[in-house]
Structure formats: structure tokens, C-alpha cells
């Protein structure tokens, strides 16, 4: 069983629309930490945001809003008025211990396309 | 140079062909991380090293042989690899991984391997 399912594996919209990108996980661990990296064509992950398990304040970053919700096992990315620039594959992380490391596994992603 | 940089970005190569990749880290961390990126597959975790020790290894094929002299430095060296090892190979880096610690991980642009 995956650890984290991003069920939607391409999304497609018009620039301006909002859009919501799922991640579900799965952990037995209380403390755990979830990520959402951000995957533009040039092929380099990049970093968008850490939570930690205790921490289940939503998040805003521009057009970036975050909802972690334990009671779902969910962490879900929002868009707000997307952009083409934000064409891109969008992943979901989930560091749990693993020996004395947190040790990230990642989701299979979500391909987002903004349309002009 | 920033940032966490792969050479070389493409490659080729035989089944019979000896090769290296490279990755360098300019942020001064101390974890350093292989993954592989297949098409539709999640990006697999293949080796982990902290302050130069290798932490993790998930059962990687032992054509695959990383190498990591020195806290900036990472390697995976290739050998009579198969078709099915054509991917993006990700290199990462974090702060590093020392009592428990998580850090969100910056990646490199990646190699593009096709095997022959």
C-alpha cells in the first residue's frame, strides 16, 4: 500500500482558476512530517513547505494555501488564481523515522497544466 | 556555483559502458540522497549518506555503487546497467540527519540516463 497516494495524476485548468491538489497518507508514527515540492519542466525539485505532525495550522504563501487535516490523514495544495507558470508536477512527501532518520517517501504526483 | 549541481545532465550508454554520475552541493550540508524518477513510477529512494556514511540503502542492485568522499561530494558510479535503469537520477541534499532532524531536501536538475 502507498504511504502517499496523490490520486489525481493530472490536473488541467485555465489560468485564474483555483485548484486543489489531494494528498492522503498513511502512518502509524505520531510525529511525522509532510512536504509538498514543486517540479517545474527544468527537472529540479523544489521546496515549498514543511509540516510537522503537531502543527495542524493551515498555511497561506501568496497564492499558496495549504489544509492539513489528521482526521483525514490529509494535506492538501491550493492555487489560488493559477497561473502558467505554475504548470508543473506537483509532489507530496511523507518523512517518517526510519532507524534514527526521518526518511522522505514521495507520492507519484500530480501534473498540473494552466491553460492561457 | 549554488545550489546542488549533476554532470552530467545527459548520458547514454551501453549496457557494457562504465560510468559515473556527479553531484555537488554548494549549502554547506551534510545529507546527501540518490533518488531514481521513472516515468508513472514515485521517485525511489535509492541511497542516503550522512557526514559521508551511508545511512540507507534500499536494496538498490549492486550495479549501482555510490560513493561519497566527502560531505559535498556524491557519486554513483554505473555498471552493466539494463535497459530498465533508464530514468532520472535526482540528487538531493539536507541539512543533514542527525537526532531525528528534518530538513527539507534541495535537489539537482538531475542526469537523464538512457541505456542502450
Known amino acids: 500500500a502507498q504511504k502517499v497516494t496523490q490520486a489525481q495524476t493530472e490536473i488541467s485548468v485555465v489560468e485564474k482558476e483555483d485548484v486543489t491538489l489531494d494528498c492522503v497518507y498513511e502512518?502509524?508514527?505520531?510525529?511525522?512530517?509532510l512536504f509538498w515540492y514543486k517540479q517545474p519542466p527544468s527537472g529540479e525539485l523544489v521546496f515549498l513547505i514543511r509540516?510537522?505532525?503537531?502543527?495542524?495550522q493551515n498555511e497561506i504563501s501568496g497564492r499558496y494555501s495549504w489544509n492539513f487535516q489528521k482526521s483525514t490523514s490529509s494535506f492538501n495544495f491550493t492555487i489560488t488564481a493559477s497561473q502558467v507558470v505554475d504548470s508543473a508536477v506537483y509532489f507530496c512527501?511523507?518523512?517518517?523515522?526510519?532507524?534514527?532518520?526521518?526518511?522522505?517517501?514521495f507520492g507519484r504526483g500530480t501534473s498540473l497544466i494552466v491553460h492561457p | 556555483e549554488t545550489g546542488v549541481t549533476q554532470t552530467p545532465r545527459h548520458l547514454v550508454m551501453g549496457m557494457t559502458n562504465k560510468k559515473s554520475l556527479k553531484c555537488e552541493q554548494h549549502l554547506g550540508h551534510n545529507a546527501m540522497y540518490w533518488y531514481k524518477q521513472s516515468a508513472k513510477k514515485p521517485l525511489e529512494l535509492m541511497f542516503v549518506y550522512n557526514f559521508k556514511e551511508q545511512t540507507e540503502n534500499n536494496s538498490v542492485p549492486s550495479r549501482f555503487s555510490p560513493e561519497c568522499p566527502n560531505s559535498s561530494h556524491l557519486f554513483l558510479h554505473l555498471h552493466t546497467l539494463q535497459p530498465e535503469d533508464s530514468a532520472l537520477y535526482l540528487c538531493?541534499?539536507?541539512?543533514?540527519?542527525?537526532?531525528?532532524?528534518?530538513?527539507?531536501?534541495?535537489f539537482g536538475p538531475g542526469t537523464r540516463l538512457t541505456v542502450l
Open positions: 502512518t502509524r508514527d505520531t510525529t511525522y512530517y
Open positions: 538531493a541534499s539536507s541539512q543533514d540527519l542527525t537526532r531525528g532532524a528534518v530538513h527539507e531536501q534541495f
Open positions: 509540516r510537522n505532525s503537531f502543527d495542524e
Open positions: 512527501a511523507l518523512s517518517e523515522r526510519s532507524g534514527g532518520s526521518y526518511i522522505p517517501t
